[in-house]
């Protein structure tokens, strides 16, 4: 699957103008001075619990029966079969194999 915002449409010239506009404006959102900014620590060193408890591990949770990734070429008959069945249709195709008689 590719970059999720890949299919957000640019802003026009006009929007952008309209959104600075409105940054402009509020009076609560006024732009960080030099001095500010050489003051400015970073969040987890200015609230570390917080900041732990917002952190997540990267990648999948481990699981005890890890599944192995494979490529295997199927008919597009027996693929359009299961992806009409909705999400999870990888997970069909591994219950039908596991229960297939083999030999």
């Known amino acids: 699957m590719g970059n999720p915002k890949s299919h957000v449409r640019p802003l026009t010239n006009e929007e ?3 959104i600075q506009r409105q940054i402009a404006a509020d009076p609560d959102d006024a732009e960080a001075t030099d001095e500010e900014l050489v003051q400015a ?12 408890s917002t952190r997540r591990s990267r990648g999948r949770p481990t699981v005890e029966k890890p599944k192995q990734v ?10 359009r079969k299961f992806k009409a069945t909705g999400k999870g249709w990888q997970a069909k195709i591994n219950e039908v194999l596991k229960n297939a008689k083999v030999g």
């Open 16 to 18: 952008e103008a309209e």
């Open 41 to 52: 620590k970073p969040f987890a060193e200015v609230f570390p619990e917080l900041f732990e």
């Open 70 to 79: 494979v490529s295997i070429r199927l008919d597009q008959d027996v693929v």
